[in-house]
């Protein structure tokens, strides 16, 4: 029993926290953006990114075409900018295509230039999607894992998950966010 009975606590699905999380640090920072697949009126293929396309606009939530490694690449070009892009891959197979951006410039930039630039991108992902075959259900955190300047992130809470995108976004390193399919409510 709460010792407060007027204290309620809300319901909030992990789309909700995502999108609760990356509006405020948006409302913030003028430099955060979103790119991804679906991510502009729809909301993200999950719509963890409902309402920020009417709130902010699609010149800081911005569709882009089928092109993973185009986008992941523009993403950390955009971060080594000065900006903070959120890169919205749809499911982490297609993470692959961009792996050269996010491994070989993105993560190790820090270290390429002894310190003077970062690519801080944040590339959002989902795993594991259930009954898709073998095209859209691989978990290739592992891979990532053992990349320099990359951090592999994966809440199992609501409340973490809000946390570690505000964390993320604000970071100054590369990271890769991933969701479990089945955990995404």
């Known amino acids: 029993m709460l010792s407060n009975p007027e204290a309620t606590v809300k319901r909030m699905f992990f789309r909700e926290a995502i999108a609760k999380a990356v509006r405020e640090e ?3 920072n003028p430099k955060v953006f979103i790119m991804g697949q679906d991510v502009g009126s729809f909301g993200g293929s999950y719509r963890e990114f409902d309402g920020l396309f009417a709130e902010f606009g699609a010149e800081r939530v911005r569709d882009t075409p089928v092109a993973e490694a185009a986008t992941v690449g ?5 971060a080594a900018a000065g900006y903070r892009p959120v890169v919205s891959i749809t499911y982490m197979d297609f993470m692959m295509l961009g792996f050269d951006p996010l491994i070989n410039y993105g993560a190790k930039l820090r270290y390429k230039t002894g310190g003077k630039m970062t690519a801080p991108v944040v590339v959002k992902t989902t795993a594991g999607a259930l009954g898709q075959g073998v095209a859209h259900s691989q978990c290739i955190e592992a891979w990532l894992m053992s990349v ?6 994966a809440p199992s809470t609501r409340c973490a998950r809000r946390g570690r995108w505000s ?10 966010r991933a969701t479990c399919r089945w955990m995404r409510r």
């Open 26 to 28: 948006m409302a913030v």
């Open 167 to 176: 964390i993320s976004i604000i970071s100054g390193f590369s990271r890769f």
């Open 74 to 78: 523009i993403g950390v070009g955009a």
């Open 148 to 153: 320099p300047g990359l951090k592999v992130v």
